[in-house]
């Protein structure tokens, strides 16, 4: 069965500095894809950045890079350069490619950005 | 170009009544999905469909919820005789999957905030 797992309730950063929020998966899939999601306060959800399971190299999208390691069935999220507006929940998914298509997602990590 | 579109944004009900959750995708998605999240907690899939098929409801509790996706019109999520564990936040969102063409990426609505009283 699918399961993703988010092992970080809260993280505090440095405004400026670089955070990396955790995240492992477990699926017998060989294709799926990787996500991530920030919640502000507002409750929207803004799509951050993705990773196939067949994608050779780490994606990266602005100041979010996508820490991806197959084996070890982890997709860490790193922000470089912390904005007081990162300050939010963070929320990685998954989606298998078979069977439907069905995205579930973590319990989230919720980011503080101090100044 | 108008996203995801939920309606209403907020809504009250008493125990024993009912609550109809609308969900309009973007343009050119068929498929629509159903989330619930609790404060502070992660979304919760409830179910997946296509345009007059469910595919996947694993997530659906087996009484009281059911969702539609007709040929015409909106998406709806039913919840009947509610009751005051039903007060979430239910997020549709929706995906223009077309086989490997896209990253089956979800666009989400800003959400239906259910409160039962």
């Known amino acids: 069965a699918q399961k993703i797992t988010q092992t970080q309730p809260g993280m505090f950063v440095q405004e400026k500095e670089a955070v990396t929020l955790d995240c492992t998966y477990d699926?017998?899939?060989?294709?799926?894809?990787l996500f991530w999601y920030k919640q502000p306060s507002s409750g929207e959800m803004i799509f951050l950045i993705y990773?196939?399971?067949?994608?050779?190299q780490n994606a990266t999208e602005g100041r979010y890079s996508l820490n991806f390691q197959k084996a070890r069935k982890s997709a860490n999220l790193v922000i470089s350069a912390s904005q007081l507006g990162d300050s939010a929940m963070y929320f990685c998914?998954?989606?298998?490619?078979?069977?439907?298509?069905?995205?579930?997602f973590g319990a989230g990590t919720r980011l503080f950005v101090k100044a | 170009n108008a996203g995801v579109m939920q309606n209403p944004r907020h809504l009250v009900r008493r125990r024993g009544q009912e609550a109809r959750l609308r969900c309009s995708p973007m343009k050119g998605h068929s498929h629509v999905y159903w989330y619930r999240q609790l404060p502070e907690e992660g979304l919760k899939f409830m179910v997946y469909l296509q345009k007059e098929n469910i595919i996947d409801e694993s997530g659906m509790p087996k009484e009281r919820f059911s969702a539609e996706f007709p040929k015409e019109g909106p998406s709806i999520l039913r919840i009947q005789q509610v009751v005051r564990g039903d007060s979430a936040a239910y997020f549709c969102?929706?995906?223009?999957?077309?086989?490997?063409?896209?990253?089956?990426?979800?666009?989400f609505g800003e959400g239906s905030r259910l409160t039962v009283l």
């Open positions: 990773q196939g399971s067949y994608d050779e």
């Open positions: 699926t017998s899939d060989q294709s799926y894809g």
């Open positions: 998914a998954m989606r298998e490619d078979t069977g439907g298509f069905k995205t579930i």
């Open positions: 969102a929706s995906s223009p999957l077309t086989g490997n063409q896209n990253t089956g990426e979800l666009f």
